[in-house]
């Protein structure tokens, strides 16, 4: 492989402002794996966020690439997995298998899409230098009538259009807003984009913990649950973003609540025992196999305020942000009836033919 730009690439990142900056080309935010796509010829190469080679669990986007694609090209995009229902996360999370066998199976179960939305090289010539607004004409002009698998993101300079992408696209699974300035470089690595996300509270009952990786005596992450309409307690995720010493401060303050398993909504060990490829409450994890997601179950007698961006199914697609405690709430009273439910939005009207 020769091009102008090589892999392995770190892709251009964003940081977090409140409200939609003015004067930017805006894009909606896609829920997926990042990735930055590498063609030269019959040779094909994903590279992930943390520069990690994605290509072999994506056999059918190397396969597409090589028909939809310019011959030789560098494209940041995002690798998605699109339903009717929306953006599936939890099935591209599950495309990252071992098996060769299993990969190959999915692929055709489930395939992907790619989103692309920036240019870093094409033909000979190196783009990263030059500013967005050229770099996204000379996008849409190669890839004119592409697809079915690669497509190009909507893009807007109007900031009340972005708006209304920013309140629609969430019921499709899209997790906010890109605001690029007009004039900026393409520089890996660096924070020079802006993302707008949506940020909402809910109360959750605190279901367990974690220890923290320092030792026996503080606490790494908060198991938060919410209650179904059948009074099932609902895992939901997690909260950790704590200070040392209050780490340690809620180890003493939790103390009390340490029940046994036998006594908890989320019997752990039974529940791992019946099933032992079991996910859901601890056994393993996806991206770590020898990750201990055990946990300490507490009765579930507090409630604690956090604040997510949106939900994945039944759980925060995210990892929750502590806001504060509240007592004066009945445990029992946290439950799903309190989530913002997005409006339903078909991805096929966001991107033409995707989903």
């Known amino acids: ?48 966020r943390n520069e990690r080679p994605l290509t072999r669990y994506f056999p059918e986007l190397v396969a597409a690439a ?7 090209c560098v494209l940041d995009g995002e690798i ?40 870093l090289a ?23 009538g592409s697809g079915p698998t690669f497509h190009i993101t909507p893009a807007t300079t109007d900031a009340a259009t972005a708006q209304r992408w920013f309140d629609e696209f969430e019921g499709a699974g899209l997790d906010g807003v890109i ?20 940020t909402r509270t809910a109360d959750c009952v605190v279901a367990g913990y974690r220890l923290h990786k320092s030792g026996d005596d503080a606490v790494g992450s908060l198991l938060l649950g919410l209650y179904q309409d059948g ?14 010493a209050r780490r340690r401060d809620l180890f003493s303050e939790l103390q009390p609540l340490v029940t046994t398993f036998d006594d908890h909504p989320w019997n752990w060990a039974a529940h791992i025992a019946a099933n032992p490829d079991a996910r859901r409450y601890g056994g393993g994890s996806r991206w770590n196999a020898g990750k201990d997601l055990s946990f300490v179950p507490l009765r579930p007698e507090r409630v604690v305020e956090v604040r997510y961006d949106h939900m994945e199914g039944e759980r925060f697609r995210h990892t929750a942000q502590f806001n504060r405690w509240r007592p004066d709430r009945d445990p029992r009273s946290c439950t799903y009836e309190q989530l913002e439910r997005p409006v339903t939005f078909r991805l096929g009207d966001i991107v033409p033919g995707l989903g």
């Open 1 to 48: 492989m020769q091009l102008p730009v090589m892999p392995p690439v770190s892709p251009m990142l964003s940081k977090s402002v409140p409200a939609i900056p003015p004067g930017a080309s805006y894009e909606p935010k896609w829920d997926g794996f990042r990735s930055i796509l590498f063609r030269d010829g019959d040779e094909v190469e994903l590279g992930s």
């Open 66 to 72: 090589r028909a939809e694609l310019p011959e030789r």
């Open 80 to 119: 998605v997995i699109a339903t009717d229902a929306g953006l599936d996360f939890e099935a591209l999370q599950l495309r990252l298998h071992p098996a060769a066998s299993r990969v190959h199976l999915l692929a055709e179960q489930t395939p992907a899409a790619f989103i692309v939305f920036d240019l």
């Open 122 to 144: 094409l033909g000979e010539h190196d783009y990263t230098e030059r500013p967005f607004t050229e770099r996204r004409a000379a996008l849409v002009d190669s890839m004119a």
């Open 179 to 198: 605001a690029k300035p007009l004039d900026g470089r393409y520089l890996p690595d660096k924070r020079v984009m802006f993302k707008i996300k949506h």
């Open 231 to 244: 009074g099932t307690l609902a895992s939901v995720g997690v909260i950790g973003a704590f200070p040392m």
